[in-house]
Nanobody, 121 residues
Framework: VQLQASGGGLVQAGGSLRLSCAASGRTFSRYGMGWFRQAPGKEREFVAAVSSGGSIFYADSVKGRFTISRDNAKNAVYLQMNSLKPEDTAVYYC????????????????WGQGTQVTVSS
């Protein structure tokens, strides 16, 4: 599975962005998909994930502001980010894990290249 993340950019606090992750391969529907982020000097952290069966997890820090979704027909997963805060600034990565999902980045098998999100105050 190859992943390509896009949609990052510069936005003011309170604004919105929608990240997309395009996946290759005919077995995309069998993979759990996650979004992670990494700010400078910090470890990569879990943001949200959706399993192959549609179960969804969010990090507490983004719950109520971010929405993850997937479109198996398009081999894509999305992260709608609303009410953005400066602390959301990071490189955002999409990742794939066979069948299930996890909050731990070490359990994911495939990673996209990352897309930069910068939220100005």
């Amino acid at each position: 599975v190859q992943l390509q993340a896009s949609g990052g950019g510069l936005v003011q606090a309170g604004g919105s962005l929608r990240l997309s992750c395009a996946a290759s391969g005919r077995t995309f529907s069998r993979y759990g998909m996650g979004w992670f982020r990494q700010a400078p000097g910090k470890e990569r952290e879990f943001v949200a994930a959706v399993s192959s069966g549609g179960s969804i997890f969010y990090a507490d820090s983004v719950k109520g502001r971010f929405t993850i979704s997937r479109d198996n027909a398009k081999n894509a997963v999305y992260l709608q980010m609303n009410s953005l805060k400066p602390e959301d600034t990071a490189v955002y990565y999409c990742a794939a894990k066979f069948i299930s999902i996890s909050r731990s980045p070490s359990e994911y098998d495939y990673w996209g290249q990352g897309t930069q999100v910068t939220v100005s105050s």
